[in-house]
């Protein structure tokens, strides 16, 4: 798929990929005229299966707003519209991948292209292009390219109905397609081709990076497990989301928020946090709505929310990341009372091809047949990646410690996992995978700490700015350590006052790699990230 040294940066499943040469911001001599390139550039394309459906000169300042399924909109990944930062040659596209399927992608050529190539991926079910990313690496000065499969349907999985094909884009296909076009679209315009190649997501996207472990499947099953656990909302064992929000929640961060010496509504390392909701449970038959109690059923689906998914003897997940409980999509997707949407869509389209199955009837019978159902190889759990690592390939990856949809520990266990695989020490892993793990982050974004940390198009990306500085930016961090080999320890992460840049820094911290945790000094300034450091882990 590529044919130089890749580097990775990566969210949760995501892993992104570059290629080597030399770190440098400044754009590339371009020797052709960009805007009358632009506006020719489809007569000059002749890319075997690709239809060029437009192109177009986006200037710096534009509000561009983006023609795409009611479903995709999303208002951090892609939002209605967008103020472009930079201006760009916005190419739009088609590509047959087969008789019956296909993908519908964008190249984004900045004018101030830096000879970088960036691949963005998608979240969910894969329909959606995620405008917030490409807008992110054009403004950086990457050609960028994003995809969608299987047309429309947004991040429902109804397209992967009896057609393996569309299947297939969503694992692996459309997104090697979209590269190797996307690629021979910047070195048609350009003149000349890329230096290097990168490739940047979180959640679905991390695994279509690098599409690493048998994780995908196995979140989708922890969403009908949890179900099996509360229940549906007239159910005994179910928690209404105001007993999460007003009960548990608070009861958990007061038992754990101070585990690392600080309270701050951040659980620093939350697999210090060993929660029993015993002590909630009424002193008589208290409802299970009450204000300040819980009842025993009820603190029965607690602990089996918080401990780890079995299926028989079988490890399925880690456990859910308490201090994530009450957050957006814990509390919308799976701690409803029902079946997450996606994992709903993949039982009834990818698995057993039933629009009409009852999902809630499932078991651990099915569960099973879903983990070990193996569609062009998408439960690919290979610690193998050797020739990543030989062709020096870096791999980036971070991890919200408060991510509800996915367990913080999965990172963790991957990396081990090639560890093991590969035999290698901890200096050897170091030279090309690093895990930085980061404290309330939820997911992908958002979070109680310091979690805006050039993840993604949250700060100014005007060249030389502070939200570029490498130190601060885990994107710039990794073209860094590829590019001139100064590999990153930390990544200083920043908690805006409201989550709003313009009323200043309400805290700063310096996240740690993986296997060091966090730790305050007990003295100095909290919200200071000198009043932290990185210390080794013998708890794991």
Same mark, same amino acid.
């Given at each position: ?11 949760? *499943?995501?892993?992104?990929?570059? +290629?080597?040469?030399?770190? =440098? ?81 964008? @190249? ?6 830096? &000879? ?48 393996? %094909? ?18 021979? +679209? ?10 290097? /190649? ?5 959640? @679905?996207?991390?695994? !279509? ?35 999460? !929000? ?19 509504? +951040? ?27 819980? @009842? ?20 399925? !997940? ?44 499932? &078991?651990?019978?099915?569960? #099973?047949?879903?983990?070990? *159902? ?6 690919? $759990? ?13 791999? #980036?990856?971070?991890?919200? !410690? ?42 992908? /974004? ?10 993604? #198009? ?27 080999? =100064?590999?990153? %320890? ?25 296997? $060091? ?9 909290? @919200? ?8 080794? +882990?013998?708890?794991?």
């Amino acid at each position: 798929m590529f044919s130089q040294p890749v580097a990775l940066v990566a969210a949760i *499943l995501s892993f992104s990929s570059l +290629v080597a040469g030399r770190h =440098t911001t400044a754009p590339v001599k371009f020797h052709r005229n960009f805007d009358s390139t632009c506006s020719s550039i489809a007569s000059k394309l002749s890319i075997p299966n690709a239809t060029v459906l437009s192109s177009e000169l986006v200037s710096k300042g534009t509000n561009l707003t983006f023609s795409q399924d009611p479903l995709c909109v999303n208002p951090q990944l892609s939002p209605p519209s967008l103020v472009i930062p930079a201006d760009v040659c916005r190419i739009t596209l088609t590509v047959q991948t087969s008789d019956r399927s296909g993908i519908n992608m964008e @190249t984004w050529l900045p004018r101030n292209w830096t &000879g970088r190539f960036m691949s963005t991926g998608n979240g969910g079910n894969g329909g959606c292009i995620q405008y917030a990313d490409v807008t992110y690496g054009s403004a950086l000065g990457f050609a960028t390219v994003g995809t969608k499969y299987g047309g429309q349907g947004g991040m429902t999985g109804e397209r992967f109905l009896n057609n393996s %094909d569309v299947l297939k884009d969503f694992v692996f296909r459309g997104i090697h397609t979209g590269v190797v076009v996307g690629k021979d +679209v910047t070195k048609t315009f350009y003149g000349s081709a890329h230096t290097k /190649s990168y490739y940047i997501g979180c959640s @679905t996207d991390g695994r !279509q990076g690098l599409n690493p472990y048998k994780t995908f499947q196995k979140i989708l099953t922890e969403s009908c497990h949890i179900y099996n656990i509360t229940g549906s909302p007239d159910a005994a064992s179910f928690v209404p989301a105001k007993v999460w !929000q007003n009960v548990i929640s608070p009861d958990i961060m007061k038992k754990c928020d101070t585990i690392d010496k600080v309270k701050d509504g +951040v659980i620093e390392d939350p697999n210090l946090c060993n929660y029993d909701p015993s002590g909630l449970v009424c002193s008589s038959s208290g409802s299970g709505n009450n204000s300040s109690c819980i @009842t025993a059923e009820q603190a029965e689906t607690v602990k089996r929310i918080f401990s780890p998914f079995f299926i028989g003897n079988k490890f399925i !997940q880690s456990r859910f990341t308490p201090g994530a409980e009450s957050t957006l999509p814990a509390l919308s997707f799976l701690l409803a009372g029902d079946i997450f949407g996606l994992s709903a869509d993949w039982f009834k389209y990818a698995v057993y091809s039933d629009p009409n199955l009852d999902v809630k009837t499932l &078991g651990p019978a099915d569960w #099973l047949k879903n983990i070990e *159902l193996d569609p062009f190889n998408i439960s690919t $759990f290979s610690g193998d990646i050797s020739a990543f690592r030989n062709r020096g390939g870096k791999l #980036l990856t971070y991890h919200g !410690q408060g991510d509800a949809i996915i367990s913080p520990n999965n990172s963790v266990i991957y990396f081990n996992h090639v560890s093991d695989t590969l035999g290698l020490s901890r200096s050897q892993m170091d030279d090309f995978y690093r895990v930085l793990r980061v404290g309330g982050l939820n997911h992908c /974004s958002q979070g109680a700490g310091a979690w805006n940390f050039g993840q993604g #198009l949250f700060g100014d990306t005007t060249p030389g700015s502070d939200y570029l500085d490498p130190e601060k930016n885990i994107l710039m961090a990794t073209v860094r350590w590829v590019e001139e080999g =100064t590999a990153p %320890d930390t990544i200083l992460g920043t908690k805006f006052v409201n989550d709003t840049n313009s009323l200043g820094v309400e805290l700063s911290r310096r996240h740690c790699m993986y296997p $060091f945790r966090n730790t305050y000094d007990g003295v100095g300034d909290s @919200t200071k990230p000198e009043s932290w450091s990185c210390q080794p +882990v013998s708890d794991w």
